[in-house]
């Protein structure tokens, strides 16, 4: 089955400076990504996807990257702001398959 | 509004004492999941439902039940709780399981079996 690698498990940077999450899958057949964001004692909320036909997706501050050569795929989130702190987890989903595969989560903390 | 809903939020138990999680979603999707978030491990999936009397397990279904006979309903059900399902979990909902759409999760049932 598809297993999911997320790295790294904790990051702290500065605020305004640039935040980098990547994630490994091990299914070249996965077609799907997701990345999720859970702020303190909140649900997993989805704040950019991405699909395997696709190399680069953005939306405002937030882009996401796709190498499926090396079968991973990278969250970027650009000028970051206090409010950005927050645990985020990658995902990936084989077709067909009924469920996603998550990481195991990296906790961002945006330092003033 | 668009929305999962879990109940309880918080439940503290003993062993051996049944115990059921409702998850209701109001956005008529076909395709519902529970998941169990426990620290360091990410999310993992407990069960999921392709839709009505559609179930099966995901990768982590061991000491729980679920069932799906509406489509807006899908409760997970713990016949005999032990310590080891203290966690937070989560129901899920997305418009079909499969070629990739979002999923919108519930705000979470944190269990804590004594």
């Known amino acids: 089955g598809e297993n999911v690698e997320q790295h790294p498990s904790t990051l702290s940077v500065q605020e305004g400076d640039s935040a980098v999450i990547k994630c490994t899958y091990s299914?070249?057949?996965?077609?799907?990504f997701p990345w999720y964001k859970q702020e303190l004692g909140k649900r997993p909320q989805l704040i950019i996807d991405?699909?395997?036909?696709?190399g680069e997706k953005k939306d405002q501050r937030i882009a996401v990257t796709l190498n499926k050569t090396a079968k991973h795929f990278s969250l970027h989130i650009t000028e970051t702001q206090p409010e950005d702190s927050a645990v985020y987890f990658c995902?990936?989903?084989?077709?067909?398959?009924?469920?996603?595969?998550f990481g195991q989560g990296t906790r961002l903390t945006i330092n003033p | 509004e668009a929305q999962v809903t879990q109940n309880p939020r918080y439940l503290i138990t003993v062993t051996g004492k049944k115990l059921t999680v409702t998850c209701s979603q109001n956005?008529?999707?076909?395709?519902m999941s529970w998941y169990r978030q426990d620290p360091g491990l990410g999310l993992r999936q407990i069960y999921y439902?392709?839709?009505?009397?559609?179930?099966d397990k995901g990768d982590v279904p061991e000491g729980y039940k679920v069932s799906r006979k509406e489509k807006r309903n899908f409760p997970l059900i713990l016949e005999s709780p032990s310590p080891n399902q203290t966690s937070l979990y989560f129901c899920?909902?997305?418009?079909?399981?499969?070629?990739?759409?979002?999923?919108?999760f519930g705000d979470g049932t944190r269990l804590s079996i004594l």
């Open positions: 299914d070249s057949a996965s077609n799907y």
């Open positions: 439902s392709m839709n009505v009397e559609v179930t």
């Open positions: 991405i699909r395997s036909n696709v």
């Open positions: 995902a990936a989903r084989l077709p067909g398959a009924q469920k996603l595969v």
């Open positions: 956005m008529n999707h076909e395709y």
């Open positions: 899920a909902s997305s418009l079909e399981g499969s070629g990739g759409s979002p999923q919108h």
